[in-house]
């Protein structure tokens, strides 16, 4: 079935660098939802993204959608200890009727 | 307003008993899905409630596995005859319809713990 592949699937950064994580599929994908959860905790959305090249940005963190739509990222610019934890990229399944979520890549943030 | 809420908020039971988890979506939300979380580990789908539709089991490891939804409310989750590798968090998620494009609601999780 449609699967989004993440990586990595862990990052330990110093705080104040930057992090990335990325998405991809091996199809087109109509929409990609990222989520946060933090340690213990359980996810919460961030944002939807749906059109080929969208860009958006909420405070430190930038999520694109790809040209193709097969692959997308979550960039966070000086990363703070409030960041840590694990981020999910969510696209449709095989079928379209529901969302398959990636792996996740966990990030901690050293002070 | 209220989320989704979820219980037991912890389960410890022994391997061989059947457990019960309960999950209420918000108000409103026609789609309701399970998920299955190991330790450090990512979000495995379990079943997908939509309306009156015919559920989405295709995420159901085995056959001890089932789900139940009353209506557009009230979803139960059973686990027959528990193993240990069933150790993990049970999340519930509800959103607005089933489409793809709404946003999910997660519950804060049933710790399931089989000793």
């Known amino acids: 079935g449609q699967q989004v592949m993440q990586i990595p699937q862990y990052q330990h950064v110093q705080e104040g660098e930057d992090f990335t994580t990325y998405c991809n599929s091996s199809t087109t994908l109509s929409n990609i939802q990222w989520y946060k959860q933090r340690p213990g905790g359980h996810p919460v959305f961030l944002i939807q993204l749906v059109k080929s090249g969208e860009v958006k940005k909420q405070k430190r963190l930038t999520f694109q959608f790809g040209e193709a739509k097969k692959n997308s990222s979550l960039h966070i610019t000086a990363t703070q200890t409030t960041d840590v934890g694990t981020y999910f990229c969510a696209g449709p399944g095989e079928y379209g009727n529901k969302l398959v979520f990636g792996a996740g890549t966990i990030l901690r943030v050293k002070s | 307003g209220a989320g989704v809420s979820q219980s037991p908020s912890n389960k410890v039971t022994e391997k061989g008993k059947d457990v019960e988890l309960r999950c209420d979506p918000i108000s409103g939300h026609t789609a309701l899905y399970w998920y299955r979380q190991r330790l450090g580990q990512g979000l495995e789908f379990l079943i997908y409630?939509?309306?009156?539709?015919?559920?989405?089991k295709s995420g159901l490891p085995s056959d001890r596995f089932s789900a139940e939804r009353t209506g557009e409310s009230v979803s139960t989750l059973t686990i027959q005859r528990t193993q240990q590798e069933d150790s993990a968090v049970y999340l519930c998620?509800?959103?607005?319809?089933?489409?793809?494009?709404?946003?999910?609601?997660f519950g804060p999780g049933t710790r399931l713990t089989v000793t």
């Open positions: 998620a509800s959103s607005l319809a089933g489409s793809i494009l709404y946003e999910q609601y």
């Open positions: 409630f939509q309306g009156n539709s015919a559920p989405d």
